[in-house]
């Protein structure tokens, strides 16, 4: 069930069996669960973490991504995540988050997106029901309170605490509500389709051996698949794969980009 790179056929045509086999599935299913990952906004523009060109490659996670790094310099942990943020307003959700966004308005099943991303894309592609394992870059919140900030130039709380991104960094818990509604999607799903994540962060990468070990059928879209059998592997991007597996009937299974 892995993808076949390098076959005689083109890369699409090679892939055109597990490329079915995830749309049967999909189109079967009773209730779908979508766990994306970094991999997922890559060709909007924005980096991964991990490989050759990932944000961790030219910085240290325990530099930016920790409460201790904003303790001791939440400048520059700030300036960072400004960075990001800007980068993020700057680029658009592409093919592959429209159709997957058309697919759950339009299929009429249910359905749930589960993201480990912060960059709202999902939303702002029009996905009706998505869930932030890890918070969202686009409002800051009180790091002594947790109350969520208005202002994203405020560096201050009303309450005197300092304000900071509204992210879950290393060493934090999961915000408790978006795990108890991934838990309960993922153990009612019946099949789980997981796009773009290196899934090596815990616990949200426990997510998908939950699905796993409840018997859901878990297909994989990744140009270099990680997750162990039985998953239905399809080595692909994105935006070249997700318009493919869902499809809401449009011609060739395209959305507009
Ligand atoms: N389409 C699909 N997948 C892709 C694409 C693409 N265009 N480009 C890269 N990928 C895959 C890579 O092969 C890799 O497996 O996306 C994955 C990205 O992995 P990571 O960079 O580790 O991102 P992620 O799994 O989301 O990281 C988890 O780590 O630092 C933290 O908090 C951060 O939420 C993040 C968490």
Redesign the pocket.
Known sequence: MTGKPGGGDSPVSGRRGEIDRATSLIESARNLVIFT????S??SGIP????ED?L?QGYR?EHL?TPEAFERSPEVVRSWYRWRRDLIEKVQPHRGHQALASWCLHSGKKSCVIT??VDGLHQRSGCPDVVEL?GSIRHDRCHRCGQRALDLDAVFCSCGGPLRPGVVWFGEPLPEAAVDRSLEQIDDCDVMVV???????HP?AGMVFRALEIGASVIE????P?LPAPVLHISG???EILPRIFSTGSVNGENPA
């Open positions: 990952g970094a991999g997922m890559a060709e991964t973490f991990r490989g990932g961790w996670p991504a480990q991303n890890h796009i773009g994540t290196s899934a090596v962060v949200a879209v990744n140009p270099a990680v991007t994105a935006k």
